[in-house]
């Protein structure tokens, strides 16, 4: 091979210096076929000739060196950090005017301001339209991944013919809609509302009741149901795709990425079923792919293109939180791009203030403000349907449930006697019915427990008697109804005890007095004895005006006469001896304003007393989303680990990202069809394995440029680390959560925190091996064959456990690639 060769262009400039450049092959232009994301370098597929600004003046076969004039005080890229120019600026670099000569080297702003206009910057022109042939390389391999996605996602759906797993949930709830009857669940209702909606589209009735394991009548159209949510999960296939193109991968990581998604078994399982799970999985999908179409948008702020995306995102954020809330976790990485993008903006001189005021408006209007509205709409759709009484009625407040058609409120006697039974209602956002059973506390008085309860039952009801000191209520007597400042004794009617507090601390909230329930109908003593405070009424306003106590307007406290503490019920869970019910305690503390110190009538007999008002007040939308998202809280907060049970379907989530369980999605005899929920090997150690590889190929390019090395162009260094923070971020927060919370687990938590790995091995993939030339394109093409080879491989050795497996599970050898996994038998 020849050597290098001089080519002699004359004297240089003695302000000329000279940079070391790769070799004039415009490499950079090898991703995107668009405007690249990391650099202000149109593609070559842009037709946009590259031009050197000056003669290249030393020529090797792999380097070259040329020269550029510089001003005094001018940066030599080599001294600088990792790149020399911000990444988001949508300028390039006019060569300096000859006037750079005369600028001084004295100090002062005249010198900074003629460097200035020596070095104007213009705007780049946008690039020419693509091509049909552009769009056609761009777009079919989506097209062909959606239909592989179809046929994976279809195949057999309808094979078993029995309710699995979580069906028994999400298509009960499903009826529930069809119904229009009021249910209580821990998830926001947009998920739940879509399966109504598939169900109605189907065919379906609401009649049946998805107990888990039934086989499905033939008036169910369950197979229908299941295509239409499993398309869902179709549609995270092209996703994929133009997410990956969009972060700038080059066509091998793309269709790697792709290939790991279609063939993900855990995904490709839980989409088959009438879950929330697939729609989660598209959303958080969605999310990703706007946001990074709304990045590619940031050189054009306020053009229609960059609302669009920025108002897609924003919907794609509410979508995702009206699903299930660790949609949240998602919403993180959007909003710590956002405060990183605005931090950047806010450090750039040239940007007006109104234009930054407008980013910090256009960001909370579209990414806080829109999402929360989306939230609420489904909601206030999820109220307007859901018009009958129903299973979840008592979940909520006592005059939202007054207005649901079918409830048994309209015959309530309107004022409240003595000899009244009654039930009464906390009225703290998300509070229960006061409650007692049988069962006694394991600690403190070892009495009679007494909680809050979220369901109808007949514990709930209490007898409103006279005190100690005063004669019975005499059933044939005068009416005596119940005003503020009355002592009343409260009994509770199925076990004859009263409600009693005294000086034993309570189980959980060790500062406030434990409340029991003591003694019997003859037996007991002070301690009984509570004094009824009226704070207001709905319809009669303040408590001078209120001159009886009356069913569910009157706001009552209870004040115990001995011990002056209150009746309070501060959503605390008790632990699993007190079957995970609400607390209630006598709070020492006076606080007027404390919601779940209030309580009110909610059900009331009295068959001395005629039928009260069949017309109530409406309840207002904010106060039930408020009340309604108080109790999903309260309830999902219970959904801890019982020390005492094992869950053999439970785990931790230290277990999810190197596959250490899976779980059994049905029943597992040889005569059932079986789905064994875990994922693909080879995807989920190759993400798991590439988060701690990108940490340390990060560290090493730090050491290295700290040591005087540059192995980046421009922008190329900040555009590594916009794709690692979308991966890498994105992963910790949807991961991170599941670690410090304190509800019980499950694999299926873990599918939308596996995304990001894979994106993230896509795209080092594609920085390490398909953009690097330290290969060849041949060696390029065998490691992502190899890689992709890898990954149907596995796919199509574990695709029984997605499309179900028949027959007695022993006879599917070869499925047992970890000790732990519970396939051929239980742990």
């Given at each position: ?7 002699d ?21 090898r ?13 070559s ?45 949508p ?83 499903g009826s ?59 549609l ?136 929360f ?164 009424d ?22 115990h ?10 959503n ?10 609400i ?41 039930d989303?408020?009340?309604l ?21 439970a ?38 394995a ?13 050491i ?7 192995d ?9 680390l ?90 599917h ?15």
């Amino acid at each position: 091979m020849p050597g290098p060769v001089a080519v002699d262009i004359g004297t240089p400039s003695p302000r000329s210096s000279f940079e070391e450049i790769q070799h004039p092959t415009y490499t950079a232009a090898r991703s995107n076929p668009r405007y690249d994301a990391a650099s202000p370098s149109w593609s070559s597929s842009s037709h946009q000739p590259l031009v050197e600004e000056l003669p290249m003046h030393y020529v090797t076969d792999e380097k070259a060196r040329r020269r550029i004039i510089r001003a005094p005080g001018s940066v030599d890229p080599g001294s600088s950090p990792l790149t020399s120019t911000r990444e988001h600026m949508p300028y390039e670099m006019h060569p300096p005017t000859d006037h750079v000569d005369d600028i001084d080297d004295d100090d002062g702003k005249e010198v900074y301001r003629r460097m200035r206009v020596a070095t104007a910057l213009r705007q780049i022109p946008r690039p020419p339209p693509t091509t049909f042939k552009e769009d056609l390389i761009e777009n079919l391999p989506a097209a062909i991944y959606t239909l592989l996605s179809c046929w994976t996602r279809f195949y057999q759906i309808g094979k078993n013919n029995h309710v699995v797993w979580d069906e028994a949930h999400f298509g009960k709830f499903g009826s529930y809609y069809l119904r229009r009857e009021f249910y209580f669940d821990v998830h926001p209702p947009l998920g739940k509302m879509i399966v109504g909606l598939v169900g109605l589209l189907s065919g379906y009735n609401g009649s049946f009741e998805f107990k888990s394991g039934d086989a499905y009548p033939e008036d169910v159209p369950y197979v229908a149901m299941r295509v239409m949510l499993a398309t869902f999960g179709v549609l995270m296939v092209p996703l994929a795709w133009y997410t990956s193109r969009e972060l700038g991968f080059s066509r091998r990581a793309a269709h790697l990425t792709t290939i790991m998604v279609l063939c993900d078994v855990a995904w490709l399982c839980i989409s088959r079923f009438i879950l929330l799970d697939s729609m989660l999985l598209f959303f958080t999908c969605t999310t990703v792919f706007c946001l990074t179409k709304f990045h590619s948008e940031r050189h054009d702020p306020f053009e229609p293109d960059w609302w669009i995306w920025l108002t897609l995102t924003g919907i794609s954020i509410g979508c995702v939180t009206s699903i299930k809330w660790v949609g949240f976790f998602v919403t993180a990485l959007v909003g710590v791009y956002t405060l990183e993008d605005l931090w950047e903006k806010f450090g750039d001189l040239k940007m007006r203030k109104r234009d930054y005021i407008k980013h910090w408006i256009a960001r909370g209007a579209l990414l806080i403000v829109l999402p929360f509205i989306v939230y609420m709409i489904s909601f206030k759709i999820h109220f307007l349907i859901l018009n009958h009484s129903g299973t979840g009625d008592s979940q909520m407040s006592s005059l939202f449930q007054a207005n649901l058609e079918g409830n048994d409120f309209s015959k309530n006697p309107l004022e409240v006697a003595f000899g009244s039974k009654v039930t009464f209602k906390n009225m703290g956002y998300g509070g229960g019915l006061l409650h007692s059973h049988t069962q006694t506390y394991p600690v403190g008085s070892q009495q009679q427990q007494v909680t809050c309860y979220h369901y109808k039952d007949d514990n709930n009801h209490w007898r409103v008697e006279k005190p100690w000191t005063s004669a019975p209520v005499d059933d044939e007597g005068d009416i005596e109804f119940l005003k503020h400042n009355d002592v009343v004794r409260l009994v509770h009617t199925p076990t004859g005890r009263n409600l009693h507090s005294h000086t034993v601390a309570a189980p959980v909230t060790k500062l406030n007095n434990e409340v029991s329930c003591y003694g019997n109908t003859t037996t007991g003593d002070a301690g009984d004895h509570w004094i009824v405070e009226i704070v207001d009424d709905m319809v009669l306003g303040k408590r001078q005006n209120v001159p009886h106590v009356r069913s569910l307007t009157t706001k009552l406290r209870f004040k115990h006469q001995q011990l002056g503490c209150y009746l309070v019920a501060p959503n605390t869970v008790l632990p699993p001896w007190g079957f995970k019910q609400i607390e209630v305690s006598c709070d020492k503390e006076n606080n007027p304003n404390d919601p779940h110190t209030h309580w009110n009538v909610e059900s009331h007999w009295n068959g001395r007393l005629p039928v009260g008002e069949t017309k109530f007040y409406k309840s207002p939308f904010f106060r039930d989303f408020w009340h309604l998202n108080v109790a999903m809280m309260t309830s999902n907060n219970a959904l801890v680990p019982d020390a005492d049970k094992e869950d053999i379907l439970a785990s931790s989530p230290t277990d999810w990202p190197w596959l250490h369980l899976g779980l059994r999605m049905c029943g597992w005899g040889d005569n059932q069809t079986k789905y064994y929920l875990i994922g693909n090997p080879a995807v989920w150690w190759s993400g798991t394995a590439s988060l701690g590889i990108c940490v340390l190929v990060i560290c090493v390019y730090l050491i290295r440029n700290q040591r005087g090395y540059r192995d980046w162009g421009v922008g190329e260094w900040d555009h590594f680390l916009y794709v690692c923070k979308i991966a890498g971020l994105g992963w910790v927060f949807q991961y991170v959560p599941f670690l410090i919370m304190g509800r019980v687990t499950y694999i299926h938590h873990y599918l939308p925190t596996l995304y990001f790995a894979v994106l993230m091995v896509g795209h080092l993939f594609d920085h390490l091996v398909f953009k690097s030339r330290r290969f060849s394109e041949r060696t390029k093409w065998i490691i992502f064959a190899i890689a992709s080879g890898i990954v149907i491989g596995v796919f199509w050795w574990f695709r029984g456990v997605a499309f179900g497996i028949d027959g007695p599970i022993k006879e599917h050898w070869g499925l047992l690639w970890r000790k732990t996994w519970n396939i051929y038998e239980s742990h």
